[in-house]
């Protein structure tokens, strides 16, 4: 199974993707943003990688699209990315695009996750990984990873509990996208032989 990654920074859960490749590989990388460390990865693992200015989605998204039509591939996986892509773009590339969040969806979309968790006094954190539709950081939910929130917590130190987490959840959850235990079918996801009731945890 071939995918493409959107980055927009440091590139660590495309790192961990990398790394694994078990059942499919990254054929490229994009990134709204010039000169970011997920670069120097893609550099490091020879994936090609193409830069895209994105002050003007449409345009943005169209040469977006042009690569992905070059690409073809089978799952487009944003890993930090932090654009949002246009309902005509989500419906080009219907059930193929997942994105990976931090925070235990549907709770919490949008940005500052870690400190709206901490000012809301809960005890529990986490992340997921999520089909991608229309509206943000929403979709249908395919997994999920928690951490504990303790007392003591920042918002920089449950960043750092979560990531390593959020790393094993998203190659996880590609691999059992590129092995098909989690496919599509008839506008339902399936896992194994039935419909995925909740999201799989890791
Ligand atoms: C991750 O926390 C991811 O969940 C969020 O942005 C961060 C990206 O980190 N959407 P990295 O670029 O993969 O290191």
């Known amino acids: 199974m071939n995918i493409v990654v959107f980055i927009s920074g440091r590139g660590s859960n495309l790192k961990a993707l990398l790394k694994d490749q078990n059942g499919y590989q990254v054929t490229h990388v994009i990134s709204d943003k010039r000169g970011i460390k ?113 007392t003591h917590d920042t918002a920089e130190s449950l960043a750092t509990k979560l990531i390593l987490k959020e790393h094993k959840l998203l190659v996880q959850t590609v691999g059992q996208i590129a092995n098909k235990y989690l496919f599509w079918r008839d506008n339902t996801l399936f896992y194994i032989d039935k419909p995925l009731q909740k999201p799989l945890v890791y």
């Open 38 to 150: 997920g670069f120097d990865v893609a550099k490091q693992f020879g994936i090609p990688h193409s830069y895209i200015n994105w002050k003007e989605r449409p345009k943005a998204e169209a040469i977006a699209t042009e690569i992905l039509t070059e690409e073809q591939p089978d799952l487009i996986v944003l890993a930090g990315f932090m654009k949002v892509l246009s309902a005509n773009f989500v419906e080009k590339f219907h059930h193929q695009i997942i994105n990976i969040h931090p925070s235990l969806l549907p709770d919490y979309p949008g940005l500052n996750t870690h400190q709206r968790v901490l000012n809301d006094r809960k005890t529990e954190h986490g992340a997921s990984v999520h089909f991608v539709d229309n509206q943000l950081d929403h979709g249908q939910i395919i997994s999920q990873t928690r951490i504990a929130v303790e």
